[in-house]
């Protein structure tokens, strides 16, 4: 099964649709074949985790072919235990899987192709993160890389608004990607930013002074600001012109790689580095965990303190505390 999953025409099913599906799936007839297909297509909207979870349904169901468990009736708890136990990924991975494995059986059951869900039952691994991953800049060196990127071409102020917004509003990039020029407004005397989160959600927060007067200068360089409806950050050609086709979470990356690099900041910075750096300095400089939580757009207060890296330095005064 390609985790790319593309819905197939119902007149088609029967002819292509049955060998890409797994298996066990094709072998319990039509009807468990279309539940299959729109498990994926209609209840899970964010891309990602689509294809996160087609890959995981993908690699199980090719583990239960290995192991002889041909039929869903088949699937029992010990089964989705077993491959739990024996999965060779980072606990978070194994995760990931179960719940890919119990949302599937859920709508499968729901949609009267087996009568109970057997991972219902099944317990994952414990995984507890209290420290984030994310490598962070300081604010100084954040500051280096903005007064890096020189602005002598759209490129240049292109790269700085962009890298300035996710620092200013600790903007994931996919949600920096998918702007348009109409979501940066003026309400009032100031500009304000609108973006469009994790499932579906709009999140519209004040700009600050110099992410406006980074998109200001972007906007009055590229020419593109009676625009409202095109993409705000864009591709540029060969000759380095700025066209119509929105920047990819890709094309970001590499452009963060290159300016940390022409900045002699750490090969490990990307783009999750600015939501983590700004969020530390907002915290450094007297916030609330609170209301960076609002500014982040996120969901609990514990996930913003994974990004929150106030506490990781450790004075000298402190070490010599260490009397022997």
């Not at 090719?62 to 089964?79: F, G, N, S």
């Not at 292109?158 to 890298?163: E, K, T, V, W, Y």
């Not at 590499?254 to 900045?263: E, F, P, Q, T």
Request: proline letters at 4%; hydrophobic letters at 40%; charged letters at 25%.
């Amino acid at each position: 099964m390609s985790a790319e999953l593309v819905p197939i025409p119902r007149r088609d099913l029967s002819r292509a649709g049955m060998e890409s599906l797994p298996a066990a799936i094709g072998r319990a007839g039509e009807a468990a074949a279309w539940r299959f297909i729109e498990f994926f297509a209609a209840t899970i909207r964010n891309r990602n985790t689509r294809y996160a979870y087609a890959e995981a349904v993908s690699q199980f169901f090719a583990w239960c072919e290995k192991h002889r468990v041909y039929t869903l009736d088949q699937v029992k708890p010990i089964v989705i235990a077993s491959y739990i136990e024996n999965h060779q990924g980072a606990n978070p991975t194994v995760k990931q899987h179960l719940a890919a494995i119990r949302m599937l059986f859920d709508f499968l059951v729901t949609g009267q192709i087996v009568p109970m869900n057997p991972a219902a039952s099944v317990r994952g691994p414990k995984y507890v993160v209290h420290r984030g991953k994310t490598p962070v800049l300081t604010a100084d060196q954040a500051r280096t890389l903005l007064d890096s990127i020189k602005t002598d071409s759209v490129v240049g102020l292109r790269d700085r608004a962009l890298i300035g917004l996710m620092c200013y509003t600790f903007a994931r990039v996919s949600a920096v990607t998918h702007m348009r020029v109409e979501d940066y407004y003026e309400n009032g005397k100031r500009g304000w930013i609108r973006l469009h989160e994790k499932g579906g959600k709009r999140h519209e927060v004040p700009a600050h002074h110099n992410a406006e007067a980074y998109l200001d200068a972007y906007l009055d360089g590229a020419a593109i600001r009676d625009e409202k409806k095109s993409p705000l950050f864009r591709s540029v050609d060969k000759q380095k012109k700025i066209n119509a086709n929105p920047l990819t979470r890709t094309d970001v990356l590499r452009m963060v790689k290159r300016r940390a690099l022409d900045a002699g900041l750490p090969s490990s910075t990307c783009c999750h580095t600015f939501r983590a750096t700004g969020i530390t300095a907002y915290l450094e400089n007297g916030g609330t965990i609170e209301n960076a939580q609002a500014i982040a757009a996120h969901e609990s207060p514990r996930t913003t303190k994974l990004y929150d890296r106030t506490g990781d330095e450790i004075t000298l005064d402190e070490v010599e505390r260490i009397v022997i």
